[in-house]
């Protein structure tokens, strides 16, 4: 009797533990996906300043972690965060300025060494100038616009046409993918991307290795001339392209692109076709016992 009593209340026990998990699941699952969704979660973005920076002479004075932009001009959207960090040996200031230069008061980190960092969130959209007001040389740009998307990549772009045989990379920021596949035209020095799914971004950020296309100066969106901005990066030329909602098509024209058919694969079609001549007359040659 004792067992049966205890087997009895162990089982209303498990009842009583499955029913309050039957009526907490629904609010955990709720819970675990406010948690563990993160797809729309802001973004920190890193700009370092590097090395030498104080000095009006340096080669550069920002260094964008991920994407290697050297301008301190950055697009993010709203409710993201930039992280200046210090890796010089000289004070520094991230300060707010009107376009034209005057200081606006509308955010300022104070003096920050070596190792320190100053980080602003950014929830307004627009353009938001700054510079270091010890070295005022040092200045860049915050464009705040609607979902950028992330940074993606298109790697071996006119793979097999490079020195290394491996083609060119491209970085992008858009909310949608691009055609891994680039169209190339030698004759008309134009590059093809195709843009995968419906894009609600207003802008496209391209950035082009000068080995792949030299000085980028006409842009088409669908046919249509586009209106586009320009600057030199260590990774290549940076653009960043206006879109109409839902494009699918984006063509750009410059001086020179890699050609379809260069010096690499050239070479690797020489070495093949004299290869082949060379076994042909193997072939073809009489043998010394033959009678």
């Known amino acids: 009797m004792f067992c049966r009593s205890v087997t009895v209340e162990y089982l209303r026990h498990v009842c009583l533990v499955l029913k309050s998990l039957y009526f907490a699941l629904p609010f955990l699952a709720l819970l675990l996906f406010a948690v563990g969704d993160d797809s ?57 300025v009107t376009r034209t230069g005057e200081v606006d008061g509308m955010f300022d980190s104070g003096f920050f060494t070596a190792g320190k960092s100053y980080s602003r969130q950014f929830d307004d959209l627009g353009d938001f100038f700054y510079f ?31 020195q290394t045989g491996m083609g060119f990379e491209v970085k992008y920021i858009l909310d949608q993918r691009l055609d891994s596949s680039v169209k190339i035209d030698s004759s ?84 093949g076709i004299i290869g082949t001549l060379i076994a042909r007359n193997r072939l073809l040659k009489p043998s010394f016992y033959s009678h």
């Open 132 to 162: 270091c007001s010890i070295h005022p040389w040092m200045n860049g740009v915050v464009h705040v616009v609607k979902d950028t998307g992330n940074v993606q990549s298109i790697k071996n772009v006119g793979s097999g046409l490079s």
């Open 40 to 96: 729309f979660a802001a973004k920190t973005h890193i700009i370092k300043i590097p090395s030498g920076a104080s000095d009006p002479n340096a080669s550069y004075f920002w260094s964008e972690q991920g994407t290697g932009v050297t301008t301190g001009e950055i697009t993010v959207h709203p409710s993201d965060t930039i992280r200046w960090e210090n890796a010089d040996t000289a004070f520094h200031t991230i300060t707010s």
């Open 188 to 271: 008309a020095n134009t590059l093809t991307f195709k843009i995968l799914g419906d894009t609600q971004s207003e802008q496209i950020t391209l950035i082009l290795p000068t080995d792949l296309i030299q000085n980028p100066n006409s842009v088409w969106v669908d046919g249509n001339v586009a209106e586009f901005t320009s600057e030199d990066t260590q990774a290549g030329k940076k653009l960043n392209i206006s879109l109409p909602v839902n494009s699918k098509e984006i063509k750009i024209m410059g001086t020179h692109v890699i050609p379809e058919f260069g010096l690499f694969a050239l070479g690797i079609l020489s070495i």
